[in-house]
Protein backbone atom coordinates (compact mmCIF):
# COMPACT_ATOMS: atom_id res chain seq x y z
CA UNK A 1 0.00 0.00 0.00
CA UNK A 2 2.48 2.51 0.76
CA UNK A 3 4.04 3.25 -2.85
CA UNK A 4 2.85 6.42 -3.94
CA UNK A 5 0.58 7.02 -0.84
CA UNK A 6 -0.15 9.94 0.30
CA UNK A 7 0.87 10.88 4.44
CA UNK A 8 -2.96 11.00 4.93
CA UNK A 9 -3.65 7.52 3.17
CA UNK A 10 -1.00 6.57 5.59
CA UNK A 11 -2.34 7.54 8.39
CA UNK A 12 -5.92 6.34 7.59
CA UNK A 13 -4.83 3.11 6.97
CA UNK A 14 -3.12 2.82 10.14
CA UNK A 15 -6.08 3.93 12.09
CA UNK A 16 -8.65 1.66 9.61
CA UNK A 17 -6.31 -1.52 10.63
CA UNK A 18 -5.77 -0.48 14.60
CA UNK A 19 -9.24 -0.32 15.13
CA UNK A 20 -9.49 -3.75 13.81
CA UNK A 21 -6.94 -5.28 15.77
CA UNK A 22 -5.17 -5.83 12.79
CA UNK A 23 -1.64 -4.09 13.97
CA UNK A 24 1.17 -6.59 12.36
CA UNK A 25 -0.92 -5.82 9.31
CA UNK A 26 0.15 -2.20 9.67
CA UNK A 27 3.93 -3.03 9.85
CA UNK A 28 4.67 -2.37 6.00
CA UNK A 29 3.20 1.13 6.72
CA UNK A 30 6.43 1.86 9.03
CA UNK A 31 9.78 3.10 7.92
CA UNK A 32 12.44 0.48 9.08
CA UNK A 33 14.43 3.10 11.82
CA UNK A 34 10.41 4.39 12.70
CA UNK A 35 10.74 6.31 16.47
CA UNK A 36 7.81 7.31 18.26
CA UNK A 37 7.69 10.16 21.56
CA UNK A 38 4.83 10.21 24.29
CA UNK A 39 5.74 13.47 25.94
CA UNK A 40 2.95 13.00 28.05
CA UNK A 41 4.63 9.60 29.70
CA UNK A 42 8.46 10.72 28.75
CA UNK A 43 8.38 7.38 26.19
CA UNK A 44 10.62 6.68 23.27
CA UNK A 45 9.09 4.04 20.84
CA UNK A 46 12.34 2.86 18.91
CA UNK A 47 11.31 0.19 15.71
CA UNK A 48 7.97 -0.64 14.26
CA UNK A 49 8.04 -3.87 15.67
CA UNK A 50 8.05 -2.53 19.40
CA UNK A 51 5.77 -0.18 18.45
CA UNK A 52 3.26 -3.10 17.09
CA UNK A 53 4.13 -4.91 20.10
CA UNK A 54 2.90 -2.51 22.21
CA UNK A 55 -0.34 -2.01 20.79
CA UNK A 56 -1.33 -5.34 20.46
CA UNK A 57 -0.82 -5.95 23.93
CA UNK A 58 -2.43 -3.20 25.14
CA UNK A 59 -5.23 -4.26 27.70
CA UNK A 60 -8.40 -4.61 26.63
CA UNK A 61 -10.29 -4.20 23.00
CA UNK A 62 -10.28 -0.48 21.82
CA UNK A 63 -12.24 1.38 18.53
CA UNK A 64 -10.27 4.01 16.70
CA UNK A 65 -12.53 6.86 15.40
CA UNK A 66 -10.68 9.53 13.30
CA UNK A 67 -12.11 13.05 13.70
CA UNK A 68 -9.32 15.48 12.32
CA UNK A 69 -6.86 14.78 9.36
CA UNK A 70 -4.34 17.80 8.24
CA UNK A 71 -1.92 16.89 5.59
CA UNK A 72 1.18 19.26 5.33
CA UNK A 73 4.84 19.06 3.60
CA UNK A 74 6.49 16.13 5.30
CA UNK A 75 3.62 14.91 6.90
CA UNK A 76 0.34 14.39 8.46
CA UNK A 77 -1.52 15.26 11.82
CA UNK A 78 -4.61 13.49 13.01
CA UNK A 79 -6.98 13.50 15.74
CA UNK A 80 -8.16 10.07 16.91
CA UNK A 81 -10.79 9.57 19.62
CA UNK A 82 -9.93 6.08 21.29
CA UNK A 83 -11.91 3.86 23.49
CA UNK A 84 -11.00 0.94 25.25
CA UNK A 85 -13.04 -1.88 27.44
CA UNK A 86 -11.49 -3.47 30.00
CA UNK A 87 -13.65 -5.89 31.43
CA UNK A 88 -16.62 -4.14 32.11
CA UNK A 89 -14.82 -0.89 32.67
CA UNK A 90 -14.23 1.64 29.65
CA UNK A 91 -11.77 4.69 28.88
CA UNK A 92 -11.89 6.92 26.33
CA UNK A 93 -9.10 9.52 25.12
CA UNK A 94 -8.22 11.52 22.05
CA UNK A 95 -5.08 10.95 20.63
CA UNK A 96 -3.47 14.10 18.54
CA UNK A 97 -0.41 12.37 16.56
CA UNK A 98 2.25 13.97 14.35
CA UNK A 99 3.36 11.85 11.77
CA UNK A 100 6.41 12.38 9.92
CA UNK A 101 6.66 10.00 6.38
CA UNK A 102 9.67 9.66 4.43
CA UNK A 103 9.66 7.68 1.33
CA UNK A 104 6.04 6.73 1.61
CA UNK A 105 6.48 5.27 5.02
CA UNK A 106 5.62 6.61 8.38
CA UNK A 107 8.90 7.33 9.81
CA UNK A 108 8.09 8.82 13.04
CA UNK A 109 5.50 9.81 15.38
CA UNK A 110 4.63 11.95 18.51
CA UNK A 111 1.41 11.67 19.88
CA UNK A 112 -0.38 13.18 22.56
CA UNK A 113 -3.06 11.53 24.83
CA UNK A 114 -5.55 12.96 27.16
CA UNK A 115 -8.60 11.51 28.67
CA UNK A 116 -12.36 12.89 28.11
CA UNK A 117 -14.12 13.70 31.27
CA UNK A 118 -15.53 16.61 33.34
CA UNK A 119 -14.28 19.91 33.37
CA UNK A 120 -12.16 20.69 36.39
CA UNK A 121 -14.88 22.81 37.74
CA UNK A 122 -17.73 24.43 36.83
CA UNK A 123 -17.31 26.46 33.89
CA UNK A 124 -21.25 26.51 32.87
CA UNK A 125 -21.58 30.17 32.80
CA UNK A 126 -18.99 30.45 30.06
CA UNK A 127 -19.21 26.99 28.53
CA UNK A 128 -21.44 24.18 26.98
CA UNK A 129 -21.43 20.86 27.25
CA UNK A 130 -21.90 18.79 24.02
Known amino acids: MTAGCSA???ATELWRLFD???FRDALPLFAEDFEAHWPNTRERIRGPENFIALNENYPGVSRCSVRRIEESSGGVVT???ISTEVG???VALFAVSFFSVRDGRIAAAEEYFSENGSPPFDRSA???RY
Open 79 to 81: VTE
Open 126 to 128: WSE
Open 88 to 90: NDR
Open 20 to 22: AGL
Open 8 to 10: RDL
